[in-house]
Nanobody, 124 residues
Framework: QVQLVESGGGLVQAGGSLRLSCTAS????????MGWYRQAGKQKQRELVA????????KYADSVKGRFTISGDNAKKTVDLQMNSLKPEDTDIYYC?????????????????WGQGTQVTVTS
């Protein structure tokens, strides 16, 4: 099994900063990519915030470009999201996501994993 554990959410005023961290653990063969998604309420689909591949390629939602920075450490199996110039509309539950391979019956098997989510609240 693979687990993703997030930390770093909280309450901040508009214009402030927060840093989210996520650590993957368990029977991991390799990590293909990790990233962050957010979801405002169970009725809404999770939207991509930022992702990073094992090779270091990054992708950002247009709404966070220039404000958020994603970084990863393959050896430590971690991914961080530095969030600057936060806005009230960034308020959401942020979920860590991993595209991770583990060995199943002697063969690498890739699957998608999610953390439990961490609340980010930005006040005006």
């Amino acid at each position: 099994q693979v687990q993703l554990v997030e930390s770093g959410g909280g309450l901040v005023q508009a214009g402030g900063s927060l840093r989210l961290s996520c650590t993957a653990s368990g029977s991991i063969f390799s990590i293909n990519s990790m990233g962050w998604y957010r979801q405002a309420g169970k009725q809404k689909q999770r939207e991509l915030v930022a992702t990073i591949t094992s090779g270091g390629s990054t992708k950002y939602a247009d709404s966070v470009k220039g404000r958020f920075t994603i970084s990863g450490d393959n050896a430590k199996k971690t991914v961080d999201l530095q969030m600057n110039s936060l806005k009230p509309e960034d308020t959401d539950i942020y979920y860590c996501n991993g595209d991770i391979s583990r060995i199943v019956a002697g063969t690498p098997w890739c699957d998608e994993y999610w953390g439990q989510g961490t609340q980010v609240t930005v006040t005006s």
